[in-house]
């Protein structure tokens, strides 16, 4: 126990060694550097998120879009036929200017309810899986690879 004091005591004792202690302790220049490479990873991973989260939620917005697109676009159908025909034709020749959907992966189902019949309902299921998203960063924890929003509209009468 004395011996690492001893050694202590003599550095203490070492005008230089003190001198050249105290400009150490004192010097900030690469304080910048050592802070930047301690926050920058977490920094990045919070950019990469937000940059995920954002293209997800832009392809999340456009599929319910396109499904009340259709739902409204239904409404000049006289029958469930005619609906679904209006919606088909919707989602063929509409869907190619929505950012973030391949109207390839879309899947469309769209019926009068079950439950009450003057309301029509188009469901739309994109699969995700071609998203930039899911290869950004591995550890980010991300939703699922299908989205599937609906929209209910209710049918006018004669």
């Given at each position: 126990?004395?011996?690492?004091?001893?050694?202590?005591?003599?550095?203490?004792?070492?005008?230089?060694?003190?001198?050249?202690?105290?400009?150490?302790?004192?010097?900030?220049?690469?304080?910048?550097?050592?802070?930047?490479?301690?926050?920058?990873?977490?920094?990045?991973?919070?950019?990469?998120?937000?940059?995920?989260?954002?293209?997800?939620?832009?392809?999340s917005h456009s599929v319910q879009q396109i499904a009340a697109d259709a739902a409204r676009t239904a409404i000049a159908g006289l029958n469930q036929?005619?609906?679904?025909?209006?919606?088909?034709?919707?989602?063929?020749?509409?869907?190619?200017?929505?950012?973030?959907?391949?109207?390839?992966?879309?899947?469309?189902?769209?019926?009068?309810?079950?439950?009450?019949?003057?309301?029509?309902?188009?469901?739309?299921?994109?699969?995700?899986?071609?998203?930039?998203?899911?290869?950004?960063f591995k550890t980010l924890p991300l939703p699922g690879t299908t989205i599937q929003r609906q929209s209910t509209i209710r049918v006018g009468g004669?």
């Amino acid at each position: 126990m004395q011996a690492g004091f001893g050694i202590l005591r003599i550095m203490l004792k070492n005008r230089k060694f003190l001198v050249s202690w105290c400009r150490f302790r004192a010097d900030a220049t690469g304080t910048s550097a050592i802070e930047f490479a301690m926050l920058a990873p977490i920094f990045i991973l919070l950019l990469l998120g937000m940059v995920a989260y954002g293209i997800y939620f832009g392809a999340s917005h456009s599929v319910q879009q396109i499904a009340a697109d259709a739902a409204r676009t239904a409404i000049a159908g006289l029958n469930q036929t005619e609906r679904q025909a209006l919606v088909t034709d919707f989602i063929a020749h509409d869907v190619s200017g929505y950012p973030f959907v391949d109207p390839n992966k879309l899947t469309v189902n769209a019926q009068d309810s079950v439950s009450d019949g003057s309301q029509f309902v188009v469901s739309v299921t994109y699969d995700a899986r071609n998203l930039p998203i899911w290869n950004l960063f591995k550890t980010l924890p991300l939703p699922g690879t299908t989205i599937q929003r609906q929209s209910t509209i209710r049918v006018g009468g004669i």
